[in-house]
């Protein structure tokens, strides 16, 4: 069973990740997690810990979430090779950086499109009829 | 640096970054320890990559995976002609603004 991301996929694959999800997906997560797992202890927990307050933005699945992660794990595995002190990644404020991080995939777009419908709920609730656009920022 | 520094610079870092790139290609920790030797001391290395993948997946620069003697692959990023446009137009945005605080700041607005 071919699982190559660029091949198609047999019809039966199509089945059966509407029950179980992406197999795909499923393996690259598993693969960030081994990442992850191979990381200096104290590392492994600042991601840890950022993994957890991912949680807040709202579903983490979907190719875009794996290559979030991906891209974490490469630069945790960087930040370790490099030997920059965790203080250096995270900076003054760790939450500043989460914010610019996520913000580049469909999970901090997910926040966004829920931050415009609110918006969008206020302006209507005041009486601006305005016919705004979808946006993503 | 200062908490005033800290918020300016938020604003014209993708530009600041931008700039570096157009010297030379470089790798995130490069642009990071350049940073830091200028003086902008609380630059983390998160916000250095979170806007590199930004700006690569805007298609402003181009990205070359170089195999490294420690650790993953470096990615060495450089910028592309439509990067150099937007580096263009940041630079005319700076000048507007600059000039326009100069003139705040000597009274005559």
């Known amino acids: 069973m071919a699982t190559g991301s660029g091949e198609p996929k047999s019809r039966y694959l199509q089945y059966l990740e509407i029950i179980t999800g992406s197999l795909e997906d499923k393996r690259r997560y598993r693969q960030y997690k081994a990442r992850i797992k191979q990381l200096p202890e104290n590392y492994r927990t600042a991601v840890e810990a950022l993994e957890r307050y991912l949680m807040h933005f709202g579903p983490a699945d979907g190719a875009g979430a794996m290559a979030m992660y991906e891209d974490l794990a490469d630069l945790f595995e960087q930040s370790v090779a490099d030997g920059t002190p965790i203080r250096d990644i995270f900076g003054e404020d760790p939450v500043e950086f989460v914010e610019a991080f996520v913000a580049n995939y469909p999970i901090g777009q997910y926040r966004a499109r829920e931050r415009n419908r609110f918006t969008s709920a206020v302006e209507r609730a005041a009486g601006e009829d305005t016919a705004r656009k979808d946006r993503t920022d | ?109």
């Open chain 2, 1 to 109: 640096m200062g908490k005033q520094m800290t918020e300016m610079l938020k604003g014209t870092l993708e530009g600041v970054v931008l700039a570096i790139l157009s010297a030379r290609p470089a790798y995130g920790y490069e642009i990071t320890a350049w940073l830091r030797d200028q003086g902008f001391s609380d630059i983390a290395e998160g916000t250095i990559y979170a806007l590199l993948v930004r700006v690569e997946q805007r298609g402003l620069v181009d990205v070359e995976k170089v195999p490294s003697e420690k650790g993953p692959p470096r990615k060495v990023y450089s910028l592309n002609a439509q990067g150099r446009e937007y580096l263009e137009e940041f630079w005319r945005t700076w000048s507007f603004l600059a000039e326009r605080l100069e003139q705040l700041r000597k009274g005559g607005n």
